[in-house]
Structure formats: C-alpha cells, structure tokens
C-alpha cells in the first residue's frame, strides 16, 4: 500500500476531531472550522475530549462545558449550508467514572460518542514509564481491561484508536498470545451494536500504525462487524482527513464494503467509494 497525505481525499467527512475545548488542542474552535472549510471538508464531528479522573493536572481533560455545549450550535449555525457540522463527545473509560460519562453524554444531544481508553486502570499512557515494562503481559492486561470496562459500560458508539498501547509501548508485539481476549472484546463490541473507527494519528507522529492495527480490523469484520467510521484525531486543522485515502483501501481490502456517519447517535451506511 502507497500511503499518502490527504490530497485529493476521496472522503468528504472527518468523525474524530478536535478544537481548543480539549487541553490537548490550541487552535480555537473558529480557526479549526475555517480550516475544515477551506480544506473542503463537508462533514465532520467536533468529538472534544472528557475522561474524568484522568490523572494529569496539567492535562485534565475536562471540558467547560458551559462554553463547550454554548459553542456548539452557535457554530454550526454560523457554517449551516456551507459544512454540517456535528456535535459530538470522546469520552475516556475508566473504571468508578461510569456515572459521571453518562451523565455528561445525556446532558446534551450529540449526534456521536467515541469511547476511548486514554489510561490503564488508572495509569495514563501518555507519561507511563514503559522503560522495565513486560510488554506482553501489559498489552493483555490492557485488553483485559478493555473487556472489563466495556462489559459493563455501554454509553458510546464506536471505540477510539482501538489498538492505542502500540502508540505508546515502544515496540510493536506479536498479538498472537492475547488475541483470545481481543477477540471477547470485539464481540462484545458486536453484539452490542457498536463500531469501531480506523483512526490515522499514528501517522502524525511517524509511527505508521493503524488504530486499530489491521489483524484487529479483520477480526472484526469476520466476527460480523459492521459499523466503521473514519477519523483523523486531528487537533490542527492540516490533518483533518489525514491518510484517508489509504484507509478506504485498507477498509476495502478487508472487505469492508460500507463506512458509517453518524447523526442523533444512529449509524447512517454509505458505500465505500
């Protein structure tokens, strides 16, 4: 496969996005759309992030809500029958913050829920010292952990760069010995009708990995998963649709027929094109 940018993207919609309301983005909500617009996006999903109890004060990752929920239709009708624009949440799971997620997802009516796991029973995963770490037994602790959480949890609609540890781990594993725990994960995800997203960061920050990695993809597909949606976690406007056109092909040589965008929280199926 010939990776490319996003020129010439053959999608016109971004469903993981991010503006200055998530303290990991500096570019305000206003330059992030002019951006989307003048790089011809048609559609995408603002998903600013909350994951309550995540353990950086300098990174909490709570959003004010006040201004986030005040924002939201003052924008879109601002870009109305320019760009639609869709009102959505990435919220972090953990364990003890069920409540406080569900809370916040019902309080207003987002058109989409990424759930992500941004930590590891308590741990984030963005400042772990992973220098002494057994790989192996982390990454099928960290799965276990997925299937721990999303047994019970349930308030979102598709699962963020599903495969994240590999971002972060140093090194890339053989997921072979754990793959019976991924597998009781993606069923769960299947049979609760929730999806997953190819989601391109990785590529920003040179590692070249899909999120989630492709075995993870296939499985999915084969266990009878359906819905898969396209985002490029961009917090800088220049990666909104980033490597798109190389995961269409990757959704299509998996065998991915339809890519789904959602609105009032219902998955909507277009062909792949």
């Known amino acids: 496969m010939t ?6 993207c053959i999608l016109n919609c971004d469903f993981h996005t991010h503006t200055g309301f998530s303290d990991d ?5 206003d ?8 790089g011809g996006l048609k559609t995408l999903a603002i998903t600013d992030h909350y994951d309550p ?8 990752f709570i959003i004010d809500f006040d201004g986030y ?7 879109q009708k601002k870009y109305e029958g320019k760009m639609e624009i869709l009102a959505g949440l990435e919220v972090g799971i953990m364990h003890g913050k069920f409540d406080e ?21 308590g741990d984030d995963l963005y400042t772990y010292d992973f220098t002494d770490v057994d790989g192996p037994a982390m990454l099928e602790d960290f799965y276990t952990y997925m299937y721990e959480c999303l047994s019970e949890y349930e308030d979102y609609d598709i699962i963020g760069h599903f495969s994240i540890l590999d971002r972060y781990i140093g090194k890339i594993y053989d997921y072979s010995p754990f793959e019976d725990v991924i597998d009781e994960v993606l069923k769960v995800l299947v049979s609760k009708g929730k999806g997953l997203e190819i989601n391109t960061s990785s590529f920003k920050y040179g590692t070249g990995i899909w999120l989630p ?5 296939k499985r999915y597909h084969e266990l009878g998963g359906e819905i898969l949606t396209f985002g490029s976690d961009a917090h800088d406007p220049k990666y909104y649709r980033y490597h798109f056109n190389d995961a269409v092909e990757l959704a299509k040589e998996i065998g991915f027929k339809y890519y789904c965008q959602f609105r009032q929280r219902k998955a909507e199926f277009f062909p792949l094109p």
């Open 25 to 29: 983005c500096y570019v305000s909500m």
């Open 213 to 217: 990695r492709e075995s993870i993809l």
């Open 53 to 60: 109890g995540y353990p950086d004060p300098e990174f909490p």
């Open 3 to 8: 990776l490319n940018s996003n020129d010439k």
């Open 101 to 121: 997620i569900k809370k916040e997802v019902s309080a207003y009516p987002y058109d989409i829920i990424i759930g992500s796991f941004h930590c590891h029973r």
């Open 31 to 38: 330059d992030m759309m002019e951006g989307a617009l003048a």
């Open 69 to 75: 929920l005040k924002a939201l239709p003052e924008i």
